[in-house]
Structure formats: structure tokens, C-alpha cells
């Protein structure tokens, strides 16, 4: 958007720029069944499995004519596709990219398979720890801060040589459905995975779904409920709400692990009857039971996948809603300030300009009249030295002045972008908001924030060097949220009583 590059924004760069086709995101730790679930999706085995870490790429599966390959510097430079913004991450992420174009599979849209994550819960505690750093080197503004993303000594982890977290991030929020896979072996203990859901997921429940893979591993019932609790501790951690959200508990139909279920739930179930004198065709019939609720939940994952198409106007109307929302509290808040700066600035300026005129008038005065009036009798010849005098002190004391307030501006200039400041700026533009409570409002605030800040801090001249902002400007961006974006969801929602 130009007025977001205007107004140093908050969005992203290209941020506009969507992708070619409606994509599903697959997200989990290793050997969660993501590149399984991809193959049983497409109906073709693409993605190699296994119990072990089987690709450290980023793996676009797409529909075409023909089966073939391009790596990932091909891929994202194609102005196609949509993927070149990915150039921002560096090339050791490029070259960590690929695209699988395959004929006769069963999608009209694209799948995104990532790389399962792996590391451990010390270093989501570390990146936790470093996350505060940063924004407290922000609110101080230390010279080092401003290098942080690109200085090695400061302490950055970057086992992968890559943002991975910041890759999940701009895929998420292109994407038109996400899919984060749990397994039962880690369930949501990997510091990572609570790392993508807090910093990359945040934000987008409207199309997450939380998947509980392989649960026909489990062979006993309190296996089960301690990898599901285990799961739900986890997740509480990084959700803060009282009512998670569902998880779909399900499997994908692989022979030998339905048989091996089968076999051990009958050798467990029949050594257990025959101590309590029970049959064990309940439980068979149990088991049979339990595994079509698995098969189910499956069947509605696969059908929300398949509804990724349908989902892209939706989608690209709510992520337009989001930036315009954001762009406006930004330009708004830019406005306030560079309103109160100027308004500072110019009763500064009057106070300086009366002190000039008053000693320049006093000079005049005693130049044309001579000094005898002022000095009540003293002698004449003193008059050109009055007359010095008071041009001196006009001169010294306007210069004075003048130095003192450019003192005073730099200290307010200073004091607009601390975290206190900007927050009462923030209740003096939006005090209805905060009075009735909008949740919507405050979360914005909280987006746009640190994207403020920098715009301000940039400004080493005065905040009178800041892109002006236009009131036709601010109409502009409130035209498009309670005209246009309105226009847009009529037009894309389906038929329904309530319908204008």
C-alpha cells in the first residue's frame, strides 16, 4: 500500500501482494503425520515419511498439467506465484524451498508441507527472555537496537539461518486454512512449536485447526487422556483463555497400524476379561466405536481443507479489513502527534518573535529618540552604548531562547515515542473505544505499536520532518472500513433471510 510506505506502517512489505492460488498450511513437530496427511489429501504419495525428520524444506505441492520440480530460487522469483516477499528472509531460507508441481491429484489448490519442529522447551523460555529484550531496547532506543536484526554478537538463535518463526508468520497469514499437527509422542512440548503459536499463529483462530494425530496409537484409554491433558497443559500456556479451542483427535487409514491395534486390543481386552469373567466383544464393539469417531474428526479436517478455495475471498476481505484497521490507528496517531509538535513548535516561535520585536522596538526607540527619556537625565553620549547594549542583549537573549526551545522540542520529540506517552496519545484519540471497552481496538494498539515507535524514532530532525498526514487521507481509509469492506462482504457471503 502506498500510504502504508507514506507513513512508515505497520504492514509488512508487499503485504498486498497475495499468492496465485488459495493455499493450506501445514504446521506440527516431526513425524506428526503432516507430509501423510498431504499424501492422503492429493491421493498420491509425493512427501516421503517416516518416524525420523524426512525434509528440512519448505515443500509446495500445486496442481498442473505436468509432474515436475523447480527449487526454491526459482520459485520465488517467479512474479506468479506470489512467494517473492520470501526473498526478505535470506537466501539460506531460499534454498530451503521447493515446489512439486503433480498431474491427477485430487486438489484444485495449493499445500504448503514445512519442516517438522524439533527443538526443545529451554529454548522457547530463551526466545521468550530475548522477546523482552528487544522491546526493552526499543523503549530505550540504544544505538544497538536498531542493528538488532542484522549484528551477530547480540545473542539472535538461529539454528535453522533463517526467521522460521517469521516465515510461519507471512505464510499464515496467507494462507486460507492452517493446520497445526500434534502427535502423541510430543504433544505441544517442543519450545518451537509454542513459539509459532504465540508469535506466528496469534491472531488467526478464524482458520486454525489444532490436530491430535495418530490417536489410534494409543492402545490403553488413560494413554489417551494423558497425551490429550498433556496437550491441553501446553496449549494453555500460550492461549490465555479459559476454553481452548477444539482439537480434532483423528488418524489416517494405514493397514498396519489398524491391524496392530486391533491385535493388541484384543490380547489386552481378552487377558483382562478373563480375570473379571467378562467377554470381550463390548470391547471389540468399543473399539470399532472409537475409531469411527477418529475416522470423523479426519473426514471434517479433510473437508475444512477442501473448503480453502471457497475460504479465499473471505479470507482476503477480513486480511484487508485487518490492514486498513491498523494503517488508520497508525495515521492517526501520526496525525495527533505532528499536530501537538506544530502546535509546541509554533507558540515557541511566537515567544521568540515577541521577544525580538520588544528588544528590536526598545533599540529603535533609544536610536531615534536617545537615551535621555530612559535614563532620566543621564548623559547623552551614553546613548550609543545603550543602544549597543540593548541590540546585545535583544540578540543574545532571542539566540537564548531560541536554543532553550530547540532544547525543549527535542526533549518532548523524545518523549513522544516512550511506551507512557504513546499511550496517552492512544486515550486521547480513541478515548470512546477504551471507555466502552473495545477488545478490537486494544488489540490493534497493540499491533501497531512497536511499528509507531520506529517510525518516530527515525525522525532524528523533529517530528516536523514526519510525512504529513491529510485529513482527505484519514477519509480515504475510513471510506474503505465502513463503505467498501462492508460492499465486499455482501458480495461474497452467501444467500441468507438477514440478507440486504
Keep these: 500500500m502506498p500510504l502504508n510506505e507514506k507513513f512508515r506502517g505497520p504492514l509488512p512489505p508487499q503485504s498486498d501482494q497475495g499468492t496465485a492460488l488459495p493455499f493450506v498450511l501445514l504446521l506440527g513437530n516431526h513425524s506428526s503425520g503432516k507430509s501423510s496427511f498431504l499424501n492422503y489429501v492429493v491421493g498420491r504419495t509425493i512427501q516421503t515419511t517416516g518416524v525420523a525428520p524426512t525434509d528440512d524444506s519448505f515443500t509446495l505441492v500445486a496442481p498442473g498439467p505436468v509432474d515436475r520440480d523447480q527449487d526454491g530460487p526459482a520459485v520465488i522469483g517467479d512474479p506468479d506465484l506470489g512467494f517473492q516477499p520470501l526473498r526478505q528472509f535470506g537466501p539460506t531460507l531460499m534454498h530451503h524451498v521447493q515446489l512439486k508441481i503433480r498431474s491427477n491429484i ?49 545473542g539472535t538463535v538461529m539454528d535453522r539461518g533463517y526467521d522460521f518463526t517469521g516465515v510461519v508468520r507471512w505464510l499464515a497469514n496467507r ?14 512440548t517442543t519450545g518451537e512449536t509454542l513459539s509459532v503459536l504465540l508469535h506466528a499463529l496469534s491472531g488467526m483462530d478464524h482458520k486454525l485447526l489444532i490436530v491430535l494425530n495418530k490417536a489410534d496409537q494409543f492402545n490403553r484409554i488413560h494413554d489417551f487422556a494423558r497425551a490429550y491433558g498433556s496437550l491441553c497443559w501446553n496449549l494453555s500456556k500460550v492461549i490465555p483463555r479459559k476454553d481452548l479451542p477444539r482439537i480434532f483427535t483423528m488418524c489416517l487409514p494405514v493397514q498396519n497400524r489398524k491391524e496392530n491395534l486391533t491385535t493388541t486390543t484384543t490380547t489386552t481386552t481378552t487377558a483382562d476379561n478373563d480375570k473379571d469373567g467378562g467377554s470381550t466383544e463390548n470391547d471389540t464393539t468399543s473399539s470399532k466405536a472409537a475409531l469411527q469417531d477418529l ?55 511566537v515567544q521568540e518573535l515577541m521577544a525580538a520585536t520588544l528588544g528590536a522596538s526598545l533599540t529603535a526607540l533609544v536610536a531615534l529618540y536617545g537615551g535621555n527619556w530612559f535614563l532620566a537625565g543621564a548623559v547623552t553620549s551614553s546613548s550609543s552604548m545603550l543602544v549597543a547594549a ?65 517510525a518516530l524514532q527515525q525522525q532524528q530532525q523533529g517530528a516536523s520532518t514526519l510525512p504529513r498526514v491529510s485529513n482527505r487521507e484519514l477519509q480515504q481509509l475510513q471510506h474503505i472500513l465502513q463503505q467498501d469492506i462492508p460492499r465486499l462482504r455482501r458480495m461474497a457471503s452467501p444467500p441468507h433471510y438477514g440478507k440486504v
Design 295 to 349: 475416522y470423523t474428526a479426519r473426514d471434517e479436517v479433510v473437508a475444512e481443507v477442501r473448503k480453502a478455495p471457497a475460504r479465499r475471498m473471505d479470507n482476503w476481505i477480513t486480511t484487508l479489513h485487518d490492514a486498513v484497521a491498523q494503517l488508520l490507528m497508525h495515521a492517526t496517531l501520526l496525525e495527533e502527534i505532528q499536530t501537538r509538535y506544530n502546535r509546541l513548535y509554533w507558540q515557541y516561535k
Design 106 to 154: 485430487n486438489s484444485n489448490f495449493l499445500i504448503v508441507d514445512t519442516p517438522g519442529m524439533i527443538d526443545s522447551p529451554g529454548n522457547y523460555m530463551g526466545l521468550l527472555q530475548q522477546q523482552q529484550q528487544q522491546w526493552q531496547q526499543m523503549e530505550g532506543f540504544s544505538s544497538s537496537s536498531t542493528n538488532h536484526v542484522y549484528d551477530d554478537s547480540n
Design 175 to 188: 494462507a486460507d486454512v492452517v493446520l497445526l499437527f500434534f502427535d502423541p509422542d510430543k504433544p505441544g
Design 390 to 454: 540593548l541590540a546585545t542583549s535583544t540578540l543574545l537573549g532571542t539566540g537564548g531562547l531560541w536554543w532553550y526551545h530547540g532544547q525543549q522540542l527535542q526533549a518532548w520529540q523524545h518523549a513522544s515515542y516512550q511506551r507512557d506517552e504513546l499511550f496517552q496519545t492512544f486515550l486521547s484519540t480513541h478515548s470512546r473505544a477504551v471507555q466502552e471497552g473495545d477488545e478490537y481496538v486494544a488489540a490493534i494498539w497493540q499491533r501497531i505499536r512497536p511499528a509507531l515507535v520506529l
